[in-house]
């Protein structure tokens, strides 16, 4: 049985995820459009669009190395964490 | 020929914009909600063809309004875009009766040949 921390753990995932994936959605669905349609309605909107969610995802960047920089347990976290490509020892 | 009804709902005006964007025109009529309630009285208002649906909403989620729409309209395809990756979301989805689920980012393109491969599949008396 999952316990109340597991949860509220979970839930703090989801919302994470949320904040990233969602300008991620944004950025990835209008560049596909932009490169495969070529009409000036397309390159206006979707370039823009790409923008903004281009700051939207930075900010949202922003505000979670700020949380993590203020845990310990999450500074230590991340000690596990290596660059993607990277063999773990 | 008549254009096909979608009714996307995401609280998120750039994820809306990005599926109004993915439908052409020439062939597709959209309609828009941006919570769960505004979702289900699109639904009887529209009669939409098939719905784009986000899971995580304030209020009334993507769970909820697939459960609705299902009870109503058993045969009205679903698809459902979400960010979550935790495998019970998608377990709870297809036991709603879901058509697709799709995590975040999603590829439009993709998307868009889903969406033309469950109208063509749908049966020729809906919308239900």
């Known amino acids: 049985m999952r316990s109340q921390r597991d949860e509220a753990a979970e839930e703090a995932l989801s919302i994470l995820a949320h904040e990233l994936q969602t300008p991620l959605t944004a950025i990835r ?14 390159r206006r909107e979707a370039s823009a669009r790409i923008l903004e969610a281009a700051e939207r995802l930075s900010a949202a960047i922003e505000r979670l190395l700020e949380t993590v920089g203020k845990s310990d347990a999450l500074m230590l976290a991340l000690t596990e964490v290596r660059p993607a490509g990277e063999e773990r020892e | 020929m008549s254009l096909l009804r979608v009714l996307i709902v995401d609280d998120d005006e750039a994820v809306r914009s990005l599926l109004r964007m993915t439908l052409p025109s020439d062939d597709y009529e959209i309609a828009e909600a941006r919570d769960g309630r505004e979702a289900l009285e699109r639904l009887e208002a529209d009669a939409p063809d098939l719905i784009l649906l986000d899971w995580r909403m304030p209020g009334l989620g993507g769970s909820s309004v697939l459960d609705a729409v299902k009870v109503q309209h058993p045969r009205l395809p679903v698809i459902v875009l979400t960010s979550e990756i935790q495998e019970h979301h998608r377990a709870l989805a297809e036991s ?23 109208l063509a599949e749908r049966p020729l008396d809906e919308p239900s």
């Open chain 1, 29 to 42: 669905g209008f560049a596909e459009l932009l490169h495969a349609r070529d009409d000036e309605r397309t």
């Open chain 2, 96 to 118: 709603l009766g879901v058509d697709a689920f799709l995590t975040k980012p999603f590829s439009p393109l993709e998307l868009l040949g889903t969406i033309e491969r469950l």
